[in-house]
C-alpha cells in the first residue's frame, strides 16, 4: 500500500525557512492527491495545503503567500517550502493521499485522506 515518509523538519528562527519532502511509495496506476497537515500539541490537525490530481493547489490562508507546495513527479516526492516562518506555524507535520479527486474545498480536509506519514517536527523559535 502506500507510504508516505517526511523530512526536513527542525528548529528555525522566526523569519527563516525550512523545506520539508514527502517521499511516497507503493503507488497503483491510480491518481493521487496529496496534502500536507500540521497538528500542535492540544490543537486538531489542520490542513496546511493540498494538492489535487490535475495539479491544482489549495493553501489555507494563516500560510497563503508564505508556504509553497510543489510536487517532483520523477522522484516521487512532494516538497512544502516554509518561508517566513512564524512561532505559531510550531506543529508535527505531517503528509496525507488519496487515491483519485478531491473537490477544492475538501482538499485541506483531514477526512478527505487515507495514507498518512509518520510526521516531522517543525518547531521556531522568536
Known amino acids: 500500500q502506500v507510504q508516505l515518509v517526511e523530512s526536513g523538519g527542525g528548529s528555525v528562527q522566526a523569519g527563516g525557512s525550512l523545506r520539508l519532502s514527502c517521499a511516497v511509495s507503493?503507488?497503483?496506476?491510480?491518481?493521487?492527491?496529496m496534502g500536507w497537515f500540521r497538528q500542535a500539541p492540544g490543537k486538531e490537525r489542520e490542513g496546511v495545503g493540498g494538492?489535487?490530481?490535475?495539479?491544482?493547489?489549495q493553501y489555507a490562508d494563516s500560510v497563503k503567500g508564505r508556504f509553497t507546495i510543489s510536487p517532483d513527479n520523477d522522484k516521487n516526492t512532494l516538497y512544502l517550502q516554509m518561508n517566513s516562518l512564524k512561532p505559531e506555524d510550531t506543529a508535527m507535520y505531517y503528509c496525507?493521499?488519496?487515491?483519485?479527486?478531491?473537490?477544492?474545498?475538501?482538499?485541506?480536509?483531514?477526512?478527505?485522506?487515507?495514507?498518512w506519514g509518520q510526521g516531522t517536527q517543525v518547531t521556531v523559535s522568536s
Open positions: 507503493g503507488y497503483t496506476y491510480d491518481r493521487y492527491c
Open positions: 496525507a493521499a488519496k487515491a483519485g479527486r478531491l473537490a477544492w474545498w475538501a482538499l485541506l480536509q483531514r477526512s478527505s485522506y487515507d495514507y
Open positions: 494538492i489535487n490530481t490535475d495539479g491544482t493547489i
